[in-house]
């Protein structure tokens, strides 16, 4: 018998928090096996806002808790089951389309054609008609912000809020989260100031019904960071997922894909998100990813408030107070893509440029041992077009050091003995400037091992 996540119908929940000042949180009770341990248990799902959102949350679909848990039900082989009904164009969409696609052609993270059980209603909900977009302060990001924002052709689609969530913080230890959260949503609300706009802070704890390190949050995002919109179905009107990639990448088989994540499909993933009152669309996939930092590399707010780095928080201390770290693979890559187009200067305030230009041919080696495919490509591409050579030296790293080290991380990622020399003499810090996700795995392995 095929197992089942069941959805309560939504609530609302005010209260004290370590989140916000004042909050409300839009709430479910989810009953499913949990994925890490196996035991069938019954916890509460949540969205929290601050509180003078409370008029906007619907409690009236099921909706968000269904997109937000969508990827896990995938992953695991649950059919989801829910209460209160989902909206009748989304459950035509994911039923017939998405979900039939996605377990058919997928090949790199095999997921199951799993049902949703429940009723549906096509009633369209009254909002405010605001438009939003989630912001992580990253390239794409300010790329939709600029084009769809003081750019943006019409009246009815231009930008009114950023909406900053927690979902992508990929981790498992939640006091590191919030802080993350905490901090990150300060400097979201000072870039959208800058911007003219208003922002929008969720903090969710779906990350508790995934399984650990997060395969399939990680795989298939969108629809877990859509989610947040369709909590706030009674404000938001329509929705811009930032893309990742461009349209020539779309392929369902992301072992065609240079490694890279569902964003290749975007534009049908969010064409199946569409409700009768919540539209979606995809931001940035007519264009590259340089192409998107060349559209922004003169834009005031991103030279002040650009946040590319995803693991500041994971670097020694003496790192921790930058915007951006300045030594993972996006903060080089990112810098690389400007140096190549002579806009390097444009991301003094907010990267360490000195060092980078010190070391830049190691690291320019680096970013291409480390990065994709196409991003190599189209950064080799702008460079010859504007006549910016790649130091030879930076060939040297790449063949002599940086391959042979990603090599020998495959060969030995799965053995304790390594890992363990590894972490006692810091090669994730000396390598990589940081310790991530990783160690966690790490040591949950030597506790079993123990037991």
Same mark, same amino acid.
Not at 257 to 274: P, Y
């Given at each position: 018998m095929q197992k089942t996540i069941k959805i309560s119908k939504p609530y609302i929940e005010e209260g004290k928090s370590n989140i916000f000042e004042k909050s409300v949180k839009l709430c479910a009770d989810i009953t499913m096996e949990n994925p890490n341990n196996n035991k069938l248990e019954t916890k509460k799902c949540y969205y929290e806002f601050e509180e003078k959102y409370k008029e906007y949350l619907c409690v009236t679909r099921s909706d968000a808790f269904v997109m937000g848990l969508l990827s896990s039900a995938l992953e695991t082989g649950n059919n989801i089951e829910f209460i209160a009904p989902i909206s009748e164009r989304l459950y035509y969409q994911l039923t017939t389309?998405?979900?039939?696609?996605?377990?058919?052609?997928?090949?790199?993270?095999?997921?199951?054609?799993?049902?949703?059980?429940?009723?549906?209603?096509?009633?369209?909900?009254?909002?405010?008609? +605001?438009?939003?977009?989630?912001?992580?302060?990253?390239?794409?990001?300010?790329?939709?912000?600029? +084009?769809?924002?003081?750019?943006?052709?019409?009246?009815?689609?231009?930008?009114?809020?950023?909406?900053?969530?927690?979902?992508?913080?990929?981790?498992?230890?939640?006091?590191?989260?919030?802080?993350?959260?905490?901090?990150?949503?300060?400097?979201?609300?000072?870039?959208?100031?800058?911007?003219?706009?208003?922002?929008?802070?969720?903090?969710?704890?779906?990350?508790?019904?995934?399984?650990?390190?997060?395969?399939?949050?990680?795989?298939?995002?969108?629809?877990?960071?859509?989610s947040v919109a369709f909590a706030l179905q009674k404000l938001i009107?329509?929705?811009?997922?930032?893309?990742?990639?461009?349209?020539?990448?779309?392929?369902?088989?992301?072992?065609?894909?240079?490694?890279?994540? =569902? =964003?290749?499909?975007?534009?049908?993933?969010?064409?199946?998100?569409?409700?009768?009152?919540?539209?979606?669309?995809?931001?940035?996939?007519?264009? =590259?990813?340089?192409?998107?930092?060349?559209?922004?590399?003169?834009?005031?707010?991103?030279? +002040?408030?650009?946040?590319?780095?995803?693991?500041?928080?994971?670097?020694?201390e003496e790192r921790k107070h930058l915007k951006n770290c300045s030594l993972c693979s996006k903060c080089l890559r990112t810098m690389t893509d400007f140096y190549a187009f002579?806009?390097?200067?444009?991301?003094?305030?907010?990267?360490?440029?000195?060092n980078f230009l010190k070391h830049k041919t190691k690291y320019i080696g680096k970013m291409m041992g480390q990065q994709k495919i196409s991003y190599v490509r189209d950064m080799k591409e702008t460079a010859k077009k504007n006549n910016i050579k790649i130091p030879f030296g930076s060939y040297i790293y790449l063949w002599c050091w940086y391959l042979p080290i990603k090599k020998l991380r495959k060969i030995f990622k799965n053995s304790l003995l390594a890992r363990k020399i590894y972490y006692k003499f810091d090669l994730d810090y000396k390598l990589d400037g940081y310790r991530g996700e990783k160690f966690e795995v790490y040591k949950d392995k030597v506790k079993s091992k123990r037991k």
């Open positions: 389309y998405y979900i039939p696609i996605l377990s058919k052609y997928n090949a790199t993270y095999p997921v199951y054609p799993i049902k949703l059980i429940g009723p549906h209603n096509n009633k369209e909900i009254q909002n405010e008609k +605001k438009v939003a977009t989630g912001c992580s302060g990253g390239i794409d990001s300010f790329y939709t912000i600029l +084009k769809n924002g003081q750019n943006c052709i019409t009246k009815e689609h231009k930008l009114t809020h950023l909406v900053y969530s927690s979902s992508g913080t990929l981790d498992n230890v939640e006091q590191r989260m919030t802080s993350t959260f905490k901090n990150t949503y300060e400097e979201v609300k000072k870039l959208a100031t800058d911007c003219h706009l208003d922002t929008i802070g969720c903090y969710n704890n779906l990350f508790e019904f995934y399984k650990f390190p997060y395969k399939a949050f990680n795989m298939f995002y969108t629809t877990t960071f859509g009107n329509i929705y811009y997922a930032s893309a990742g990639e461009t349209i020539e990448s779309i392929n369902f088989d992301l072992t065609k894909t240079d490694g890279h994540d =569902s =964003s290749v499909f975007d534009i049908f993933t969010l064409f199946c998100m569409n409700t009768e009152n919540l539209s979606f669309y995809s931001s940035g996939m007519e264009c =590259s990813r340089i192409e998107r930092e060349e559209y922004i590399a003169d834009y005031l707010p991103m030279k +002040k408030h650009l946040m590319i780095c995803g693991v500041k928080y994971f670097c020694k002579g806009k390097l200067d444009s991301l003094k305030d907010v990267m360490d440029i000195n």
